[in-house]
């Protein structure tokens, strides 16, 4: 027997799939069900039209969380399995003139995909452990839209119940939180003993100095414009619980996913980081988010995976402007602008490259990406040949 090449379109419940061989005849149609049975016949499906499983290659497109447990299962019998850009599926099924779209059709498709594309298939996921280190990068990064969230939440609330208050001081100190939880109003203020105000100014250790006494915003708050709204004062003293909950939710999550990377990609890790400006987060999630670097044939392959690469659209004398196609990783994307930024801010190598494009004309963004391209072309040479950055090279 030749290679079999099995397309399967993932649902939640049940799914369908499709094995072809090396001349795209159909071997096997089946559907199963997402649990051990479904799995067990999805196997025997495999195991009756191929000699080997060396002779497999499995193909599913990238869904929410539906497929990881196929893939993992698949992987763990020694199945080659690949997860697909839904994106790249689309477009292949476009070139068909016929416009039926079934979970059948889409397993064919995608099994006539990995066929025609068998030598250019770009592995989105390849162990469990980065599976798990991506999956604990994605939940870091929600915690932090939480927690941005979170902030403007209790500076909307702040402005009705003491809007004097964050002109005097940064509320997100944690002595100002803890102030704040307590006395979440102008009003409380205004009815406290000044005591009890200074010793709770004095309960929490603040990594900066307050620059204002008891009795002074004890006057600001007699003198406030706030609205009186015990509703608020409630809601207000809620957030900040939930704040400081998500904040310590994320720093622990952060120790964790060091700790993880330095036990399975250390060497990736110390490599990443030896750039000035990137620090252990965004180069754990960064190297989360991009796998294993052997999956791509250049930094150009990496750059297009994260939706940093440029569109262009021309017809006859017509060229329109130039943006990035945002097709890719949306993670990834995130925080290669993340990691950009810090090393036009911390790394004179890289800020004189966004100077000169600047310098050129280049608007503040284009600037940005330019230096990104950059960044990613340097990343994907050290991890390549694994040497770290050397500034002399450059």
């Known amino acids: 027997m030749g290679k079999l090449y099995v397309g399967i379109d993932v649902s939640k419940d049940r799914s369908s799939a499709n094995g072809i061989d090396d001349h795209g005849k159909s071997r096997f149609d089946i559907s199963f069900d997402m649990d051990s049975a479904g799995f067990a016949e999805l196997l025997k499906s495999i195991e009756a039209n191929s000699d080997s499983y060396e002779n497999v290659v499995v193909a599913m497109e990238s869904t ?5 447990n196929l893939y993992s299962f698949l992987s763990a019998k020694g199945i080659e399995t690949v997860i697909i850009n839904p994106l790249l599926i689309t477009n292949f ?22 066929l025609a594309h068998q030598d250019s298939v770009t592995q989105l996921a390849v162990t469990q452990d980065l599976q798990d280190i991506r999956d604990m990068a994605r939940e870091r990064e929600s915690l932090c839209h ?17 809007p004097e208050l964050e002109s005097m001081c940064n509320p997100f100190t944690k002595v100002m939180l803890h102030f704040i939880q307590r006395f979440p109003s102008a009003r409380l203020v205004t009815v406290a003993k000044p005591n009890i105000i200074a010793k709770t100014l004095k309960e929490k250790p603040c990594s900066c100095r307050i620059r204002f006494t008891p009795s002074e915003i004890i006057k600001i ?32 999550l952060s120790k964790s ?26 180069a754990t999630t960064f190297l989360a988010e991009i796998g294993q670097i ?13 939706g940093i690469d440029p ?32 090393v036009i801010n911390h790394n004179p190598t890289f800020r004189k490259y966004f100077l000169k494009k600047r310098n050129e004309g280049q608007p503040f963004k284009k600037a940005v990406f330019a230096t990104a391209h950059k960044l990613m072309r340097v990343i994907f040479a050290m991890l390549s040949n694994r040497t770290y950055f050397q500034e002399e090279c450059l």
């Not at 416009?99 to 064919?108: F, V």
């Not at 939480?146 to 003491?162: C, D, G, N």
């Open 294 to 306: 052997d999956n791509y044939a250049s930094h150009k392959n990496l750059i297009a995976f994260a």
């Open 257 to 282: 996913l060091i700790k993880y990377c330095e036990s399975s990609i250390i060497e990736d890790l110390k490599i990443v980081t030896s750039i000035v400006g990137i620090g252990n987060n965004t």
């Open 311 to 342: 569109t262009v659209y021309q017809s006859g004398k017509y060229e329109g402007a130039s943006k990035i196609s945002k097709r890719g990783n949306r993670h990834l994307r995130r925080v290669i602008w993340l990691m950009t930024m810090r």
């Open 221 to 252: 708050a007699r003198e406030s414009i706030a609205t009186v709204s015990p509703g608020k004062e409630i809601i207000l003293s809620g957030k900040i619980d939930t704040l400081l909950h998500l904040q310590k939710r994320r720093d622990e």
């Open 64 to 68: 929410a969380c539906y497929h990881i």
């Open 146 to 162: 939480q927690i941005s969230a979170t902030k403007v939440e209790i500076r909307r609330l702040l402005h009705i119940t003491f």
């Open 93 to 114: 099924s476009k070139l068909s003139l016929r416009k039926a779209k079934t979970d059948k059709k889409d397993a064919s498709t995608i099994a006539q995909f990995i």
